[in-house]
């Protein structure tokens, strides 16, 4: 109850700031509290964590967000939408942002596929995106609950190629002349800021992860997700595993945080769902994984496990 009654006050502190700001009853209260937050429970996390390349992921997951969220755009550039907002659950921000309008379709189109392709999710999935970052440091404690080790259930997937759709089909009207029209403006409102980011990516992803892990929103609801995952599947990135040293004792499984099958999978997994977060490396009694960029690795099972790479 404690732990649920911690994230439900963060919620409300996050909710209550970005409204403040949005009604410009104050200053960007929203990305002040929640760099807070990513660095105060980064710091935790930091210090619960004992190998090297968890140390540095978490460094440099609380250095981009505080880098993204705050620095350039709100000190630097004195705008009000971070850096590391991006289409496909951000579609107004390929016509909504003014002078930055450049920097979210290359970010977006761009920049995201190119650094997934050669760093794996991590690059994205934890460090720019701020939800993937409060997993990270927030859930750090909830890694071992939720479901582990099987495939996502249909229903999800339909979810998220739906959210997928329905975005570029507000982009598409909203570029076509329709954004300032008022029954666009309220389905946006509706399906975009209250169902999907309000309840969704905040309430149900932050306050649920005591019962569904620490990457809710990640699991079962990012869009984005569904094409970081094809690009990662082709890129560089892999979670490898020496089967001569691997005692399947499924300690990997139960803290995986994407609920990936590690135990039962291939030797060079390059499943696109793997967000590098290090733990299973870190947690593997036979120390039979390790993380690589290595493009020459196949699935052969025979193959041996190299050192941790570093960020």
């Known amino acids: 109850m404690k732990d649920y009654l911690k994230l439900t006050a963060i919620f409300l502190v996050l909710f209550i700031a970005i409204n403040l700001e949005t009604g410009k009853v104050a200053p960007p209260t929203f990305n002040y509290f929640f760099c807070a937050l990513i660095i105060l429970f980064g710091y935790i996390a930091f210090r619960r964590h004992k190998l090297q390349y968890v ?137 975009f800021i209250l169902f999907l980011r309000t309840l969704l990516m905040q309430a149900v992803n932050i306050i649920l992860m005591p019962k569904l892990g620490t990457r809710v929103w990640c699991r079962y609801f990012c869009p984005q997700g569904l094409l970081i995952g094809l690009i990662s599947r082709s890129g560089r990135f892999a979670l490898v595993k020496n089967e001569a040293l691997c005692a399947k004792c499924g300690t990997c499984n139960s803290n995986c945080s994407m609920g990936i099958d590690i135990t039962g999978g291939p030797a060079v997994n390059r499943s696109g769902e793997c967000v590098g977060c290090g733990i299973c490396v870190e947690v593997c009694p036979q120390k039979a994984l390790s993380l690589t960029s290595d493009t020459k690795l196949t699935g052969d099972k025979t193959v041996s496990v190299p050192t941790v790479e570093s960020l």
Do not use: H
């Open 55 to 191: 140390k540095k992921f978490l460094l440099v997951t609380m250095a981009v967000q505080f880098v993204f969220n705050l620095a350039i755009p709100y000190w630097i550039l004195q705008k009000s939408m971070p850096l590391n907002a991006t289409w496909p659950y951000f579609p107004e921000v390929l016509w909504a942002t003014g002078s930055l309008v450049l920097w979210y379709y290359i970010i977006s189109l761009v920049f995201v596929p190119v650094v997934v392709y050669l760093y794996g999710r991590r690059a994205w999935c934890t460090f720019i995106c701020g939800t993937g970052a409060l997993a990270e440091t927030i859930g750090d404690p909830y890694r071992t609950r939720g479901a582990k080790a099987g495939e996502l259930p249909r229903g999800f997937v339909v979810f998220k190629w739906a959210v997928l759709a329905l975005s570029v089909t507000a982009t598409v009207a909203a570029l076509a002349g329709y954004a300032p029209d008022r029954m666009f403006n309220l389905i946006f409102l509706v399906l």
